[in-house]
Antibody, heavy 122, light 110 residues
């Protein structure tokens, strides 16, 4: 079954870090860029960045540049997003999303995880 | 990079059509044919409905269509159904391998 399954919800204190995982199955994981998108409560979608199929290259939205790290482990077809120095503004649902390739969804997000709620509260 | 501008809400009766606009700049919507549209039901993950401005993924009904003129892209939903009631977001490639989403539009089926 083609799917992305994310880790469970997290509650963190301000200043802490969180690491969210996203397990891929049912497709050739190494073919696809993997992106992260977040959505604060009642707000819109915000693109955060991506990790290249080779796991070496990444590209982040400038506002997250100094505190986000996106990685992937091809051996277990899993991508990770770690966000540090959390504040209450980081309270959101975090989604992983697969970018399409070739004629199907190049530069679009054609498969999404179920989302992981991250709550930052003292 | 500012979010693309969408109207906050749109509505229509069952069977009617609704069109949602997505306005950006020449650095995003106007500069590339990589505009996509997503439908999101409450509490659910988004689902792609249109990619590359006007292409429809397999399984998406042809009631959904996309277009672009200059810096504004549009999504039209024809023959509105109850299940079309949801939030809709556009997204655009912005160059330098980055992306931006729209502000979102809540579609209500009257």
């Amino acid at each position: 079954q083609v799917q992305l399954v994310q880790s469970e919800a997290e509650v963190k204190k301000p200043g802490a870090s969180v690491k969210v995982s996203c397990k891929a199955s049912g497709f050739t994981f190494s073919d696809h860029h993997m992106h992260w998108v977040r959505q604060a409560p009642g707000q819109g979608l915000e693109w955060m960045g991506w990790v290249h199929p080779n796991g070496v290259y990444t590209n982040y939205l400038q506002k997250f540049q100094d505190r986000v790290t996106m990685t992937r482990d091809t051996s277990i077809t899993t991508v990770y997003m770690e966000l540090s120095r959390l504040t209450s503004d980081d309270t959101a649902v975090y989604y992983c999303a697969r970018e399409g390739i070739g004629d199907w969804g190049f530069r679009a997000f054609n498969l999404w995880g179920q989302g992981t709620m991250v709550t930052v509260s003292s | 990079q500012s979010a693309l501008t969408q109207p906050p809400s749109a509505s229509g009766s069952p069977g009617q059509s609704v069109t949602i606009s997505c306005t950006g700049t020449s650095s995003d919507v106007g500069g590339y044919n990589y505009v996509s549209w997503y439908r999101q039901h409450p509490g659910k993950a988004p689902k792609v409905m249109i990619y590359e401005v006007s292409k429809r993924p397999s399984g998406v009904p042809d009631r959904f269509s996309g277009s672009k003129s200059g810096n504004t892209a549009s999504l039209t939903v024809s023959g509105l159904q109850a299940d079309d009631e949801a939030d809709y977001y556009c997204a655009s490639y912005t160059g330098n391998d980055k992306y931006v989403f729209g502000t979102g539009t809540k579609v209500t089926v009257l």
